[in-house]
Structure formats: C-alpha cells, structure tokens
C-alpha cells in the first residue's frame, strides 16, 4: 500500500492550527519533527518550539487527489490570517513511513521493570527481571514514547502489581502495547479493539513478537462490538482523545466493567481532566487516582462492587 505524505515547516505559534488541519485529513493523527527529534502527537498537542514540520499522511487511493486538494484550500484559507508555507507531497511506501520510526525510537526504561525496545533493535542494557516488551508500530499509535502511553503502563504496572485481571479489554488498542503489557505482567486474556484495520494488522504483528497471540483476541470495532460480546472486564484500557471517552460514556461504557473492575483513561490533557472525571462518574466509574506528566493526565477509576 502507499500513502501521500503532506508536510510544512512552520513556526511553533502556528504548529497547533496546522496539526489540527492535517489531522482531519491524515491517518493516525500527525507527526512533528523538531531539530531531528521526532514524536507521535495527539492533535491537541503543540511542542515548545521555534521551527516545526508538521507531517501527515493519507491513502494513496482514488480519494487522494480529492484530499490533497482539500488540504490545500485549507490551509491557503488559514494563511489568510496567518503565514502558512505551500504544503508538501511525497508518495511513500509503508517500509519508508516506517523508517521514520526506526530513526528515532529507541529503546526505553518505564516503571519498575518495563523495557520497551523496537523490534528492529536489541536489548543489550535489559535487566535480568526486566519485562521486556518488543514493539514495530508501524502506521498505528503507540511506541511508548508519549506522554498519554507512557501514563498508561505506569499505572498498568502498578494495578496489575496490586492485582492481577483475568480478562482485560484494550479498547482503541492502536499498536497493541498496552494489552501486550497486561499479558506479560500477568493478566490471563486480552480483547482489544480498534476501528482501523492497520492498528488491528499491527496489535497483531506485535502480540506475536511478544508471545502473547494465543492469548489475545484483535477485532476491528469499537465500544459496541465490545458490548455485544457480552462480556465484562475486570480491567479496561483506554488511551483515546478526551472528548471521545466522554461521549463513550454516554453509550455505556460503564457496562463492560466488572463490579470492583478497574479502568485506566489516558489521552487527556490536564484541562479537559476534571470534565472527563465528571463522565466518568456519571458512566457508574469512580475516579480513584490522577497521574500526570507534563501536560498530560491519566484518570484511574474503579467500578462500585
């Protein structure tokens, strides 16, 4: 498959507005590269930052022109009030988009024994009681090196460390780490899901890196699909957008935790926290914990038993 990079080098005050522009077009959110130093973001993030090129990228199918040109009028309309650059294209294959990865991610020390390390690198500086997790992103969300991941294993490690979970429910999985993780601290099974069918590819790919496959179950859906299973899950595992989790609760999703289960929400900036808290609330989940790094937030609830 290839994919049509857009891209534009532009100061930090308009990194904001550009990235939310390319996010509505690309796939996966966007990527920010500053001075050789790249990192996933979610859209409402903007580096600290003098000179940024802002990249995204969509399918190369028939709805690539049709995109690139909505792209451009959108961002030719911003320039009206600020000075924006003519974007960019390249055509790339999937291994060219990865590369960008490779270059960059490295491996990477969490917690107490989480050791997350591509796939395509080894462990030379892993303990002997490291839990070493092996991940190749590839187009989904998901290395470990953000923020709103990074959240999320901590307290996983924490939670599972207190108590183990017998069935876990990764809900917007992307890579795959987290239910990944879950498994190699000790949970018995994982659902995880995720509405884009290359985040199901790679939840997959890494599930198997990481000996885990027969224990995981990868479906392309979301809360509903979830919902219909019926199941319900001793621990739950979001790492989305805000206002996604907040209207996730409007559909129900207290009901796929156990009585007494336990949740962690990450995807949360410091300042939408309180209004996620409310949601969660009103969903039966009672926030027991609020972690924070940088401007980040992950809420930690646990359901009436």
Same mark, same amino acid.
């Given at each position: ?158 939670? =599972?460390? !207190?108590?183990?979970?017998?069935? +876990?429910?990764?809900? %917007? ?5 987290? &239910? /990944? ?66 209207? =996730?609760? !409007?559909?129900?999703?207290?009901? +796929?935790?156990?009585? %007494? ?5 990450? &995807? /949360? ?37």
């Amino acid at each position: 498959m290839q994919w049509i990079e857009v891209f534009l080098e532009v100061d930090g005050e308009a990194a904001e507005a550009v990235a939310d522009v390319l996010r509505r077009y690309g796939h996966q959110g966007v990527l920010i590269e500053q001075t050789g130093f790249s990192s996933e973001v979610w859209p409402d993030e903007t580096p600290p930052a003098d000179r940024l090129i802002v990249h995204a990228y969509f399918p190369d199918n028939e709805h690539a022109e049709a995109t690139r040109q909505q792209l451009r009028e959108a961002l030719w309309q911003m320039s009206r009030l600020y000075p924006i650059p003519e974007p960019g294209f390249n055509r790339i294959d999937d291994e060219d988009w990865a590369e960008a990865w490779k270059r960059h991610y490295h491996p990477l020390r969490l917690g107490r024994r989480l050791y997350i390390r591509p796939a395509w690198t080894g462990a030379s500086d892993a303990r002997p009681d490291d839990i070493v997790l092996v991940m190749d992103p590839g187009m989904a969300f998901g290395t470990g090196t953000h923020p709103t991941t990074q959240l999320c294993l901590i307290a996983l490690e924490d939670l =599972l460390h !207190d108590r183990p979970a017998d069935c +876990v429910l990764d809900l %917007g999985c992307g890579s795959g780490i987290l &239910g /990944i993780a879950a498994l190699r601290l000790g949970a018995g099974s994982v659902l995880a899901l995720d509405t884009d069918e290359l985040a199901v590819k790679s939840t997959r790919t890494n599930a198997q890196h990481n000996g885990v496959l027969d224990r995981i179950t990868v479906r392309q859906g979301s809360l509903e699909l979830a919902r219909e299973s019926s199941r319900a899950f001793d621990l739950l595992l979001v790492n989305i957008l805000a206002k996604v989790i907040i209207t =996730l609760c !409007d559909q129900g999703l207290g009901d +796929v935790v156990t009585p %007494g289960g336990r949740a962690v929400f990450s &995807g /949360i900036i410091q300042d939408q926290a309180d209004d996620v808290e409310a949601a969660l609330r009103g969903a039966g989940l009672k926030p027991v914990r609020r972690r924070v790094q940088g401007d980040w937030a992950a809420i930690e609830v646990q359901k009436a038993g």
